[in-house]
C-alpha cells in the first residue's frame, strides 16, 4: 500500500507547479515581514546615538566629534530597535539583505560639516 501512495505522489509532482522558484532567473519576492537591513539617511540625522545605545548587539557606533555612524551589518541582529526609537527617522529597514561579502567590514556614513552661511552684512 505504501509504494502505491508513493507512486501517486511522484506523479503528481510530475504535472503539478514546482513547489520552489527557479532562483536565478525569478528574483525573489520580500514580503513586507522579512526584516532585510539597516540604512540610515544621514543628512537627517542628528548622531544623537540613542540607536547606539539602544542597540542590543552593539553593532552601531555614533562618533559625534567625527561626525561618523558607522553599522558592523555581520553583528546586527535585525531586530530594528533602532529604527523604533529614532527621534529624527532617518534609519529605516530596507526589506531586501545585504550583499554577500568576502571580509567583514563595516559601513561608515560621514555626515557633511554644515558650512555657516554669509548673510550680506548691513
Known sequence: MGSFHLTKMALRNL???PATRLYPLEPPVYTS???GH???DIDTCILCSICERKC???ALTVDKPNRTWTINPFSCVQCSTCVRIC???SLRMEPDYTAS???MQSLTMTKPSEEPSEE???
Do not use: E, Y
Open 15 to 17: 504535472v503539478s507547479k
Open 33 to 35: 515581514m522579512t526584516k
Open 38 to 40: 539597516v540604512v540610515n
Open 56 to 58: 542590543p548587539a552593539t
Open 87 to 89: 527621534p529624527t527617522k
Open 101 to 103: 561579502a568576502v571580509s
Open 120 to 122: 550680506p552684512q548691513s
